[in-house]
């Protein structure tokens, strides 16, 4: 999947919607500007670290155990 990643949920989200990889383009361009390529560094610690604690928050412990079950669905929607 490419586009619309901007937080560790979204990649979260990707993965349990069958992703089998996700890709980050525009916070990569938006971090290289602000920051060179310290900044893209920073962005990607706090990507992963967000990833990290959303597989946490549901509860699973490896990318295999994420799966459609961690999306939320309305009922009736």
């Not at 706090?46 to 412990?61: C, D, K, N, P, S």
């Amino acid at each position: 999947m490419d586009g619309g990643i901007r937080r560790g949920t979204d990649i979260l989200k990707a993965i349990a919607l069958g992703a089998a990889a996700v890709l980050v383009g525009q916070p990569v361009l938006h971090a290289l500007a602000v920051g060179g390529a310290v900044g893209v560094a920073h962005m990607l610690t706090i990507l992963q670290t967000e990833f990290e604690v959303a597989m946490a928050l549901t509860g699973r412990a490896s990318l295999a155990e994420i799966d459609r079950s961690v999306i939320f669905e309305r009922p009736g929607a």
